[in-house]
């Protein structure tokens, strides 16, 4: 049957048709897909793992038990599970198991632009790479086969325009292959010292294997056309090169991105005049080609930095720009805000005003380092807003860090935030953590996390309370601070930051945009009362826009929080809610 299928959805029909029965992700897009997916076939479990480590060690262990398992993440999140991927590669796998990552090129919704084929050249491990959804199906497939014939776990690399475009796939059904044997093998799976050293040269003659299977292997692919010149290249990259040229050139599309063949290319270049490499982010096939011996046309003419289109890749090879890939006019910016009713406005209003300096995190509230709120100072990766705090407290004299604070999401505290608190409560910094508790994870989608008591399904699951956690860490003083309430949270925080010893707050107010949420009826402003202060425009809501009569508030957004009714000296915020 043919369906039109979201990238993402494609890998997750692959992994139903392949028989995978063992899911555990973590949400970062543009992988979340994925897992959601799959959590619909009730043939699969599916999880969302506290992070991305733990995942992955799932994953292993079901493979370990004889299921083939999956874990994805996007490129970040390879980061996080680069420590479990390394050693897996010397271990080798019992069933398949495939890491699904996908990479951010043009940083959508990401802190870098990293290229994760680094990480699979580093962790010597097998890594697909398919251009569209019809791939993203039969190259899940194919993984799982090379997963156990090479005796590897295989990386499945996406990328944001793979993952969020649609094409059509050719769906089949499940085929489940005989569970696999646990069976007990010390040299194979423990990897202390003295088995690692003898696994390593069995990784290196599986490299030379692989490399052999990707001269002929189905994911690498020759499409002749015009022989003046011959183009190398991966992922999305292909489609916009075919959209450009057609059948003008010839194509060498490589679906492995690691190890690259070296016949394949070889014979492909000899076919044609002129060679040049197309491929996003750093150039791993260009190198490759290079220490070949040939002379490629690659990052000369190509950036090294965001993600490509049409027309990039027509004007850097020296085609005239179609009338259809031109834009003339520049299209207005819209930059993210925090939601009408965000529950973390008013926490950032009250550090704001008590002139704190913030260590942030990643999730919604980075978007707190933007106008008119521009209250976070750093960030650089999930709970790393801790530990620079506890780092920048224990260097600081005469009260620099007095008002230093961390501020971090339930969901990030869960994936990467608990070890920095320990690192706070065992080595004694004088270090204040605000935790934004909003119940769910906000910037991927309203995932669950450990602190909400519901997994992936919407099943009610065990809850971690986080006040208790925190007291069983260490840390003694702990609040709990509606963030709607703008005099409590300045409160809460004058107190806080003014303690000899760690403390937490957490800012508990569910996410407004969670569909059990009941709001209060919109606001709107008595223009008789508004005297155009501005006052209210401070706290960056889209709800509110000031006009030549005064303060407006769209009632189509407001969700009565109320926040900008403490703000107003003068009472001009009124409910809409009709008197009974």
């Known amino acids: 049957m043919k369906e039109l299928l979201l990238g993402n959805k494609a890998v997750a029909r692959g992994l139903y048709e392949a028989g995978c029965c063992f899911v555990s992700s973590y949400p970062g897009t543009p992988s979340t897909e994925i897992t959601e997916e799959a959590a619909k076939f009730g043939e699969i479990y599916c999880e969302w793992a506290p992070n991305e480590k733990v995942a992955m060690e799932a994953a292993f262990g079901a493979s370990l038990a004889g299921k083939r398992s999956f874990c994805g993440m996007k490129h970040v999140g390879l980061n996080v599970s680069a420590d479990p991927l390394y050693t897996m590669s010397y271990t080798g796998v019992n069933a398949g198991i495939i890491i699904g990552v996908a990479d951010d ?9 990293q290229d994760s084929r680094h990480h699979a050249i580093a962790s010597k491990v097998p890594m697909l790479e398919p251009s569209d959804s019809e791939e993203a199906l039969e190259f899940t497939k194919i993984a799982y086969e090379l997963s156990e014939k090479f005796d590897t776990p295989v990386l499945l690399k996406m990328c944001t325009r793979v993952s969020h475009s649609q094409s059509v796939v050719e769906t089949g059904g499940r085929v489940l292959p005989p569970k696999k044997d646990y069976e007990k093998n010390i040299p194979k799976y423990v990897m202390m010292p003295g088995m690692a050293k003898k696994r390593h040269p069995i990784i290196e003659e599986r490299t030379k294997a692989l490399r052999e299977w990707a001269e002929t292997a189905p994911v690498n692919k020759v499409e002749m056309g015009g022989t003046g010149l011959g183009i190398i290249t991966d992922s999305t990259s292909y489609q916009y090169v075919k959209e450009v040229f057609g059948d003008s050139v010839s194509v060498l599309k490589l679906g492995m991105a690691n190890p690259l063949p070296v016949k394949l290319i070889k014979d492909f270049a ?13 150039p791993i096939i260009e190198d490759h080609c290079k220490k070949l011996g040939l002379s490629v046309t690659g990052k000369d003419k190509l950036p090294m930095v ?48 008590n002139k704190c300096t913030i260590m942030g995190d990643i999730g919604c509230y980075t978007l707190g380092a933007l106008a008119p709120l521009g209250e976070i100072d750093m960030t650089l990766c999930m709970g790393a807003s801790i530990g620079a705090t506890h780092g920048f407290h224990k260097v600081s004299e005469n009260g620099e ?5 961390a501020v971090i999401g339930d969901s990030t505290f869960m994936h990467s935030g608990m070890t920095g608190l320990a690192d706070i409560a065992y080595n004694q910094s004088n270090s204040t953590v ?37 007291r069983a860490m260490g840390i003694r003083r702990i609040s709990v601070v509606d963030p709607y309430d703008l005099d409590q949270c300045d409160k809460v925080i004058k107190e806080e930051i003014a303690a000899d010893e760690p403390s937490v707050i957490i800012a508990r107010r569910s996410c407004a945009l969670l569909k059990n949420v009941k709001h209060e009826p919109s606001l709107r402003v ?36 109320g926040v900008c009714q403490q703000l107003c000296k003068f009472d001009a915020f009124e409910s809409t809610k009709k008197e009974a």
Do not use: W
């Open 270 to 282: 000899a076919k044609v005049e002129k060679v040049a490499v197309v491929e996003e982010l750093d």
């Open 434 to 470: 605000v935790i934004l508790d909003n119940s769910t994870t906000g910037m991927t989608g309203h995932q669950p996390n450990p602190t909400t008591g519901y997994n992936i399904l919407g099943e009610k699951v065990g809850r971690i309370d986080l006040e208790a956690l925190c």
């Open 526 to 561: 008595d223009p008789e009362k508004c005297k155009k202060c501005g006052v209210c425009m401070k706290i960056g809501c889209p709800a509110i826009s000031m006009r030549e009569d005064g303060a407006h508030v769209d009632e189509t957004q407001c969700v009565g929080c």
């Open 306 to 353: 965001d993600e490509f289109s049409q027309r990039i890749v027509a004007k850097a090879l020296g085609q005239e720009v179609p009338e259809g890939m031109r834009v003339d006019d520049p299209i207005p910016a819209r930059p993210p805000v925090m939601c009408a009713g965000c529950p973390h406005r008013g926490m950032f209003y009250a550090l704001k005003k």
């Open 401 to 405: 860090a007095d008002r230093v604070v």
């Open 105 to 113: 090129a043009g940083m959508h919704s990401s802190q870098n632009e």
